[in-house]
Antibody, heavy 122, light 111 residues
């Protein structure tokens, strides 16, 4: 059974930093692309970014709204995904989901974690 | 304002057929596969339809997807109370900053 478990969410002040983690199991983590998708309270889904697999040089891509502030990384030896969030803004408040994606262009968001809530507020 | 346009709500009685539309452009739906996600209240989204009309294992055949040009649709036939949820369409967008775009979501209510 595929499991994706996010952690690291919480309350942070504007301008602050936070690092989210996602522990994966039940599938070949190293083969997959891994994404972050977020959902602001009462709002729709927003793609945050992606890190590809080793075969694709661990290339990362980010949404324009977080580019230059958020960094996505992974550790295949630990089956873990990370999201380093810097210079946080109130509009970054959301539930952040870790998502596994098969490693081809246009692949769907296959499996989702339960999400972790990040609240940016003074 | 979402890149893909969905109606905010849809409803039907048990057993009815409900259809949700998703409108995009040539850079997203017109040139890439459309996926649909179901989000039950208080839970994470779940993949419902991928590659326009394919169902992952375990998804009932009451759910079907279609696409024509720059629009896509999700149909739920034989509507059941457990289908009450938010539904999102998504597609890769080939514009300058290639990325995944979502619809704003459609809340389906079973009357």
């Amino acid at each position: 059974e595929v499991q994706l478990v996010e952690s690291g969410g919480g309350l942070v002040q504007p301008g602050g930093s936070l690092r989210l983690s996602c522990a994966a199991s039940g599938f070949t983590f190293s083969d997959h692309y891994m994404d972050w998708v977020r959902q602001a309270p009462g709002k729709g889904l927003e793609w945050v970014g992606r890190i590809k697999n080793k075969a694709n040089s661990y290339t990362t891509e980010c949404a324009a709204s977080v580019k230059g502030r958020f960094i996505i990384s992974r550790d295949d030896s630990k089956n873990s995904l990370y999201l380093q969030m810097n210079s946080l803004k109130t509009e970054d408040t959301a539930v952040y989901y870790c998502v596994s994606v098969p490693s081809y262009y246009g692949a769907p968001f296959q499996d989702w974690g339960q999400g972790t809530l990040v609240t940016v507020s003074s | 304002q979402s890149v893909l346009t969905q109606p905010p709500s849809a409803s039907g009685t048990p057993g009815q057929r409900v259809t949700i539309s998703c409108s995009g452009s040539s850079s997203n739906i017109g040139s890439n596969a459309v996926d649909w996600y179901q989000q039950l209240p208080g839970t994470a989204p779940k993949l419902l339809i991928y590659n326009d009309n394919q169902r992952p294992s375990g998804v009932p055949d009451r759910f079907s997807g279609s696409k024509s040009g720059t629009s896509a649709s999700l149909a739920i036939s034989g509507l059941q109370s457990e289908d009450e949820a938010d539904y999102y369409c998504a597609a890769w967008d080939d514009s300058l900053n290639a990325h995944v775009v979502f619809g704003g979501g459609t809340k389906v209510t079973v009357l």
